[in-house]
Every structure is written in structure tokens, then in C-alpha cells.
Nanobody, 126 residues
Framework: QVQLVVSGGGLVQAGGSLRLSCAVS????????LGWFRQAPGKERELVGI???????YYTDSVAGRFTISRDNAKNTVYLQMNSLKPEDTAVYYC????????????????????WGQGTQVTVSS
């Protein structure tokens, strides 16, 4: 079906940049919305942003203007470019795919997503 592999996590200093990649295996990539989520220690997992196959994107207020989601459809890869990183951005980041062909729940709800990557740790030092 669909398999997601996340890469690009690591340790960066505050104010720095990092780009996460979510490589999607399968032939249905264009039919899926790709959501980015993160979970910080002691906190619930939260939505970071969403990329739809039609080109639209959404970002939560806390990252809007700093994070950008882009797609390289030829490579079946979705990127999360993170700029001006803050210590508050420290979390495990996940990518998840949701089939756009049917309604499984609202896009902002993590339970609506069909496939999940393994997650990657992003640590932003002060």
C-alpha cells in the first residue's frame, strides 16, 4: 500500500534551519494528503501542517511563517522546511498520509490518517 520513511532529524541550534523529508512508497502518492505532526516530551501530539495533492497547504499558527511544506511529486517526497527554529520546536516529528478519495475524518485530526512514518527526533538547543 503506502509506506512512509522520514529522515532529516537531528540537533540544531536555535535560529537554525532543518529540512525533514518524507519519502512515500507506492503509486498512490498523488491521491494522498500529507500531514506533519509532532510530539514534545510530556505533551500531546499536535498538528504542524498539511499538504494536499492539489497544492494547498495549512500551517498551525505556532509555525506559520517559519515552516514550509513542499512536494516533489517526481520523487514522491514531501519536505518540511523548518526555519528560525526555537527550543519549543523540539519534538519527535511524524509524517502521515490521508487518502483524499474518501472521508475518514477531518484533516486536522491524527486519527483520520491512514499511514504513518516512524518519526524523527528534532532537538533545538538554546
Amino acid at each position: 500500500q503506502v509506506q512512509l520513511v522520514v529522515s532529516g532529524g537531528g540537533l540544531v541550534q536555535a535560529g537554525g534551519s532543518l529540512r525533514l523529508s518524507c519519502a512515500v512508497s507506492g503509486r498512490t502518492f498523488s491521491r494522498y494528503a500529507l500531514g506533519w505532526f509532532r510530539q514534545a516530551p510530556g505533551k500531546e501530539r499536535e498538528l504542524v501542517g498539511i499538504s494536499w495533492s492539489g497544492g494547498s497547504a495549512y500551517y498551525t499558527d505556532s509555525v506559520a511563517g517559519r515552516f514550509t511544506i513542499s512536494r516533489d511529486n517526481a520523487k514522491n517526497t514531501v519536505y518540511l522546511q523548518m526555519n528560525s527554529l526555537k527550543p519549543e520546536d523540539t519534538a519527535v516529528y511524524y509524517c502521515a498520509a490521508k487518502d483524499e478519495g474518501y472521508f475518514s475524518g477531518p484533516y486536522y485530526q491524527e486519527s483520520s490518517y491512514d499511514y504513518w512514518g516512524q518519526g524523527t527526533q528534532v532537538t533545538v538547543s538554546s
